[in-house]
């Protein structure tokens, strides 16, 4: 083999290794000397073959057969699963054994890179890597996009994970032969094959991957964001509507008024009516845009500044329209055009609401007996008993909004960014099956008359229903206008970023 001969093949084995094959040299051995008559591990020139300097003597004089190209195509759906961890804001980088051409090849086959991309400062040999400085090493590993280390050794995939975690990212690393073992246990997730993986790798690993397909731990991604989703979701809605009824109460409290419901009210309100919304939560599908996202960092808080204040601002809604109806229903004979007065109650004095308590001392003050559904007559021996046992339907009226609202509120609670545009309430039926169920449970505490009696509330007429729908709906605008707000903040910081 001369000179020009020996650059052919290397061109030859350039050019097949660049088209993403493995390439195998095959030479045989004429003359094989002592090894002639080699049968067994019995034989006496068998311990040479253990002895690593006794190689360069046997594996020499060989003649050149060829060389075989071996592909192992990938996945279809990695192109896809690639695509979505760039949208994902996850980078992948790829460490291999492979010839440095044949894993640029198959990184660009996968597109991690494009067809025209210029990978200089992005594919390294592992001895290229670690002869950088330190701060290139950083440097190089903290520039976005794809990266692949080509003849890597496995200190050089524990060196790169290490830099990665020091650096703050979370890493996770895949492996299956048992020089990835060290890595894998040094990842802050260790995923190890589960067809083609050695028991090795799955024992120094956090899982092992059962059909050792990548876009399968891209699905396991979106699932998990979903699961996390789900929980801020149930804690956003719990949240919102708890604040919401202790608003309400302090505010009772705060302007002097009677209390607007009492405890046996507010414990079926948490116990009950809450119960299958936040339920229901837990079944959310996916936000629509949930793999576009940027990662979030491990040490974000639960509950933001601006989550906090979404919280405080839909709370705040609810005890101002429970405490708001009920003020209405004591003072105004009608409210956006619907009579409030047709069951023939007393209208008092806002100030007179106030100053309740003093009831015994106002000259002239006197109320008529009003009806309530199913033609119960509401008639008082003291006119004080107006503010206490005569409270039944302003009561009723704002246990009926503190309840619609939490079930509009659940509505809102399907998406913490996305608009009930694009992410509707059907997309999640278990929820809407959840809110039929906490409305007819309210609905026959007010219609059967022995419940009704036990939660001090009395039937209320389409009017008046109208009413509780009305003063509830406005929370699921202001949720609105706040997704908006929460993202346009994102999309700006998003465009900064960039």
């Excluded at 699905?219 to 509507?241: H, L, Q, T």
Aim: aromatic share 8%; proline share 5%.
């Amino acid at each position: 083999m001369d000179e020009p001969c020996r650059q052919l093949l290397l061109s030859r084995q350039t050019e097949m290794s660049s088209k993403g094959l493995r390439c195998l040299g095959l030479a045989y051995k004429e003359d094989l000397g002592e090894f002639s008559d080699y049968y067994s591990e019995n034989h006496p020139a068998h311990k040479k073959l253990l002895d690593p300097a006794c190689y360069c003597s046997i594996e020499n004089d060989l003649v050149f057969v060829g060389v075989v190209g071996l592909r192992d195509p990938p996945r279809d759906e990695v192109h896809k699963a690639i695509e979505d961890c760039k949208g994902a804001g996850i980078r992948v980088m790829v460490i291999t054994g492979d010839n440095k051409s044949t894993a640029e090849a198959i990184c660009r086959e996968i597109k991690l890179f494009s067809d025209g991309e210029d990978l200089r400062g992005k594919s390294f040999t592992g001895k290229e890597f670690m002869a950088l400085s330190p701060s290139q090493q950083i440097e190089t590993l903290s520039k976005p996009g794809g990266k692949v280390f080509s003849r890597a050794e496995p200190r050089h995939k524990q060196e790169i994970v290490r830099m990665l975690k020091e650096m703050g990212e979370i890493v996770a690393m895949t492996g299956d032969g048992v020089n990835d073992a060290p890595a894998l246990k040094l990842a802050d997730i260790g995923i190890a094959m589960g067809i083609t993986g050695t028991e090795v790798a799955k024992e120094a690993s956090d899982m092992v991957l059962a059909d050792d397909n990548f876009s399968t731990i891209v699905s396991a991604v979106a699932e998990g964001r979903s699961i996390y989703n789900n929980m801020k979701a149930f804690i956003r809605y719990m949240i919102s509507s708890n604040v919401g009824e202790v608003i309400s109460i302090f505010l009772t409290a705060a302007l002097g008024l009677p209390e607007c419901m009492i405890p046996v009210q507010l414990l079926w309100v948490n116990l009950v009516t809450d119960g299958p919304p936040a339920t229901a939560l837990g079944f959310n599908p996916p936000d629509i845009g949930i793999m576009h996202k940027p990662p979030r960092r491990s040490d974000d808080a639960l509950i933001n500044s601006w989550v906090l204040f979404r919280y405080l601002i839909i709370g705040s809604y609810v005890g101002i329209a429970t405490v708001g109806i009920f003020i209405l229903w004591y003072t105004r004979a009608s409210f956006m055009g619907i009579n409030l007065v047709s069951d023939g109650h007393t209208l008092v004095e806002l100030s007179q609401l106030h100053n309740w308590g003093e009831c015994s001392t106002w000259s002239n003050f006197t109320v008529a007996p009003y009806m309530v559904g199913g033609g119960q007559l509401i008639t008082f021996s003291n006119p004080c008993d107006y503010f206490t046992a005569g409270k039944v339907k302003a009561m009723t009226l704002s246990l009926s909004v503190l309840v619609a609202i939490e079930m509009f509120n659940s509505l809102n609670a399907l998406s913490e960014d996305s608009s009930l545009l694009t992410l509707p309430p059907w997309r999640n039926p278990w929820l809407l099956v959840a809110m039929s169920v906490s409305f007819g449970l309210h609905c026959l505490i007010l219609y059967v008359p022995f419940l009704a009696d036990i939660f001090a509330v009395a039937p209320l007429s389409l009017n008046e229903w109208f009413l509780v729908i009305l003063v509830s709906v406005p929370v699921i605008l202001i949720d609105e206008i706040l997704k908006f707000v929460g993202r346009s903040q994102r999309y700006r910081v998003k465009e900064k970023t960039a």
